[in-house]
Every structure is written in C-alpha cells, then in structure tokens.
C-alpha cells in the first residue's frame, strides 16, 4: 500500500514542480529568470553564461529579451509563450516590453512573444530575420549556439531600431563586420584574377617579338591610308513593359521581403493583453 502511495503521488509532485505560473493573474513583480531550461538543453555553465548575456542585454536596451525551453505544452505554442510571458511578471520590467523565445521539443516547435514597445521593435520580418540567423544551430541540435545566435540578433534589431526606424521590409540587407570582411576579400581576388589573363596574354604575345637591327622594315613604301565611311540605314525601337509587383501579401513561413507586408501583426492574449509574435518548427 505505501509503495502504491508513492507512485501515485510522484507524478503530482513532478506536475506541481514542473508548473510554469502560479495563477491566471498578472504579477506586479516579474516571477522567473530570463532563462527557464526545462527542456534541459543546456549544459549548467551554458545556462550561466547565457543568463549573463540576457540579463546584461537586456538591461542595456530597457527590454527583457527572455528564452523557455520545454518538452511540451498545451494548447497552441504562441498561447502558451504569451501567457508565460504574461503570467510570470515579464510585464513588470521596462514598462512591459520584452520578447521571448521559447522552444517545445515534443513537436519541435518554436516561437516568439512581444510585448509593449518590443511589438514595434520586433517587426513580423524582423522575427524572420530572427529565426533564420537561428535555423541552422536550431536543426543541427546546438540549442546554446542557438540561443546565443537569438540574443546577438536581439541586440542588433534593438539597436537599429534605436536609430528611428525599426528593421522591417523596406530596410537595407544588415551586414556585420565579418560579412564586409569576406566582400573585400573576394574583391581582392576577383581583381587579381581579372587583372591576370590580359598580363598572360600580353606575356604570350610577347615571345614573337624579335630584335631588329634596322628601322627599313617599318617604313619600307610609306605610309598608307584608306577612307573610311559610316552610314546610317535605319533604327528599330522595341518597348517591353516593367513588371508590377503586386504581391502584398504577409506571411511568417518565408524570408522573402514580398512576403511581408510590414509592421507588426498583433493579437490579444488571454490576459487581455496586445502581444506580437510568431511559431513554426524546425
């Protein structure tokens, strides 16, 4: 009968532990840390390290960038990501803006939860841009290099947004220092080959040239000229008209600019709260 006891009173210690908000009510004051691993994909010293680094960006934007990893949820993932975010206090820093990736593995779902002035910053193609500088450490099972990769990104889209205008649709392609690095690089060597073939062939042509003792070879009979004329028969003019590109439409499953139609799309949470964001898998 003990034995019966225990195993049935486990699972409801393990559920009750594993409870990621106390109540449907929203916290004056914000109740978990930047980073809940539940999903145990992170290493303890990874888990340090990236907690520093969302905390410390975090406070230098005014803005929780936030990361929960799961094995499951239930219901859809975006309510689920809105409302830890909500019922956990998150609304209680930097008057309530802040984003949160969160991952569930059973499914390998993803997804994002803006809120407050985040919204903004947080374009429906700045998630985009988002996840893609995230896909390929998301399928190849480097979740830290992931996650880091997540915050980076945070901080520039942070940052340019600082400077007035969010990254949306109509913004020029981000480059980092590595990227014009790797342009000049290529430029160098492109250059050299370019420059190159007509030296080689210069060189090739060279081999005919022989010594001449005398100058009567090149003015033996003189020099002669023959009268050249241009002239003009017809033209022919041909129009094709520009393509118009009508696409408006707005998608999260694309990082093609026309896919997006700018801005952020919003929806309400179940507290009743304005969140942006975005889902898909991986």
Request: aromatic residues 10%; negative net charge.
């Amino acid at each position: 009968m003990a034995v019966m006891l225990i195993t049935m009173i486990l699972p409801i210690k393990v559920m009750a532990s594993d409870k990621l908000w106390d109540s449907n009510e929203i916290p004056s004051s914000r109740q978990k840390p930047r980073l809940v691993d539940n999903a145990d994909l992170l290493t303890s010293s990874e888990e340090e390290t990236l907690l520093a680094l969302l905390d410390e960006t975090s406070a230098k934007w005014q803005c929780n960038i936030a990361v929960l990893t799961v094995e499951n949820h239930d219901g859809s993932i975006q309510d689920f990501a809105d409302d830890y975010f909500d019922y956990n206090g998150f609304q209680a820093d930097y008057n309530g803006s802040g984003i949160l990736f969160m991952l569930s593995m059973a499914d390998r779902e993803w997804a994002f939860s803006t809120c407050g002035e985040a919204i903004n910053v947080f374009t429906d193609y700045g998630q985009q841009y988002l996840i893609d500088a995230m896909m390929d450490d998301l399928r190849e099972g480097d979740y830290n290099g992931a996650c880091k990769a997540y915050v980076k990104e945070c901080d520039r889209l942070l940052n340019e947004a600082s400077k007035g205008t969010p990254y949306d649709v109509y913004s020029k392609p981000m480059r980092t220092a590595a990227d014009y690095l790797n342009f000049g690089l290529y430029s160098v060597v492109i250059g050299l080959v370019v420059a190159l073939f007509p030296i080689l062939k210069m060189k090739s042509d060279l081999k005919t040239v022989k010594m001449n003792s005398g100058a009567r070879n090149y003015s033996a009979g003189g020099p002669s000229f023959r009268a050249r004329d241009d002239r003009f028969l017809h033209k022919t003019l041909s129009k094709t008209p520009r393509p118009q590109d009508n696409d408006s439409s707005s998608s999260g499953g694309s990082s093609h600019r026309s896919s997006f139609s700018g801005g952020s799309s919003t929806h309400i949470s179940s507290s009743g709260t304005t969140h942006g964001g975005s889902h898909g898998h991986f």
